[in-house]
């Protein structure tokens, strides 16, 4: 093709029907900044609503016809949110999911298979119990291989809510289908695109590939890190999530596809110079985003002369210290507290602390700044830290270490707060 298929991507915005709102107001930034880029199909992973509630449905109906005023092919699955019902109402999966096709101005199939410029795009829902029945999956192989018969070269989309399994940053949990990976890894034409894990774009294990190519869409709503960070809500959603509202803008050309990052707050591209490269056809012996890249990796260090500090602050303890440093970005700190007694020691906690690397560019930078946990340090005690700087991949650097005489405080704060955010 002379000029690349446009393609917006947008996912999880967990939206009510009000401008206000917040998921719609991202939804509506996400708009303003796809629109001008003239994109021809627009692809939306699930979790639009919040709730089941077809006046969201009709609201976000109503952005698309305000923004693309002379339409745009949309292709877009239902996630888990957009089937939840008010206690004590009837559920009725499959009447959510007519009224979701056809209130966004899409045809009501499932799968969904849309032909555009010789470019096959698949939405697949869910089925109704909340998984994906073996009918269903059969029905999904069958589009899949239409699409490869008309032509084997071009990369066949495939567009679900959750993402199969071990995969991309967020699929190694509850959340991976088991039942996709295996389907997918049977067709290395197959691109799958998926939300729900709401990881940050920052991330390259965002983008993976071995037998096929998958990638995640972020989220409009909140982001969340799933590998237990001490710092986090529920030791999932992340430190100042609301500030990682994040799309993709993908450009298909004849012999490959670009996938840019936003940030739609920033109203910024994320890495305009780490664009996703994905080769057509794509070779699976020769992955681009495949495990190889850990290796390739250099760990994060911290700068000579970096300190670090002990702070007491009405009954929690803090721990400030200079950031390390990597030409990517540190993606979290594990910290450990070691108390020291004579000729003995005892490491007391050892906890993960995410980074702030998805945090708007205005604040980004500075010291870092984490509540450590009061419980596992006596007052009185003399205490080593030792700070390990971990970047996306794995690769731990050197720690940072020091040793501090606590502080014999009284009304000393216990208990793990239920949002350890500074």
């Known amino acids: 093709m002379s000029e690349p298929l446009r393609v917006a991507i947008v996912s999880d915005s967990q939206a009510y029907p009000s401008i206000n709102d917040w998921g ?54 239902a996630g888990n949110h957009d089937y939840w019902t008010p206690r004590g109402v009837v559920r009725d999966p499959e009447a959510i999911y007519r009224e979701f096709c056809t209130r966004i101005g899409q045809p009501v199939a499932n799968p969904l298979h849309q032909v555009v410029k010789g470019i096959s795009f698949i939405a697949f829902s869910e089925d109704f119990s909340g998984r994906h029945s073996p009918e269903m999956l059969d029905k999904l192989e069958t589009e899949i291989q239409k699409a490869i018969a008309r032509d084997p070269v071009k990369p066949v989309f495939v567009i679900t809510h959750f993402p199969p399994a071990d995969t991309m940053s967020g ?19 197959v691109v799958s695109i998926s939300g729900h894990t709401h990881y940050p774009l920052e991330d390259e294990r965002c983008i993976w590939q071995e037998k096929f190519t998958a990638f995640t869409t972020d989220t409009l709503a909140y982001s969340c890190m799933s590998d237990g960070y001490y710092n986090a809500c ?45 080769a057509i056809p794509y070779d699976p012996t020769h992955p681009s985003y495949g495990e190889a890249r850990k290796a390739m990796r250099p760990a994060p260090q911290f700068p000579a002369g970096a300190k670090g500090m002990f702070r007491y602050d009405f009954g929690y303890f803090y721990l400030l210290f200079d950031p390390a440093e990597h030409p990517d970005f540190v993606h979290y700190y594990t910290i450990r507290i ?7 020691e005892k490491v007391v ?50 720690p940072l270490v020091f040793e501090i005489d606590v502080p014999n405080a009284s009304m000393l704060r216990c208990g793990r707060p239920e949002c350890p955010q500074e």
């Open 338 to 344: 070691i108390e020291c007694d004579g000729n003995s």
């Open 349 to 398: 906690s050892e906890e993960k602390f995410a980074a702030g690397f998805y945090r708007l560019a205005r604040y980004q930078g500075g010291r870092e700044v984490f509540r450590i946990p009061s419980e596992a340090i006596t007052p009185g005690a003399h205490c080593r830290f030792e700070i390990f700087p971990v970047e996306s991949f794995g690769n731990a650097g050197e």
């Open 24 to 77: 719609m107001s991202n939804l509506d930034k996400a708009f303003k900044l796809l629109a001008p880029k003239k994109p021809e199909v627009l692809l939306m992973a699930g979790d639009l609503a919040d709730g089941t509630n077809y006046a969201t449905f009709d609201f976000y109906k109503k952005l698309l016809d305000r923004h693309f005023p002379g339409g745009i092919i949309h292709v877009g699955c």
């Open 234 to 278: 529920g030791k999932v959603i992340v430190p100042f999530a609301r500030e990682a509202v994040q799309v993709l803008f993908m450009e298909i050309y004849d012999d490959h596809f670009d996938i840019h990052r936003y940030n739609v707050d920033d109203q910024r591209e994320i890495k305009p110079d780490a664009v996703w490269k994905v």
């Open 171 to 189: 699929s190694f949990n509850e959340s991976g289908r088991p039942e996709l990976r295996e389907l997918f890894d049977r067709y290395k034409q």
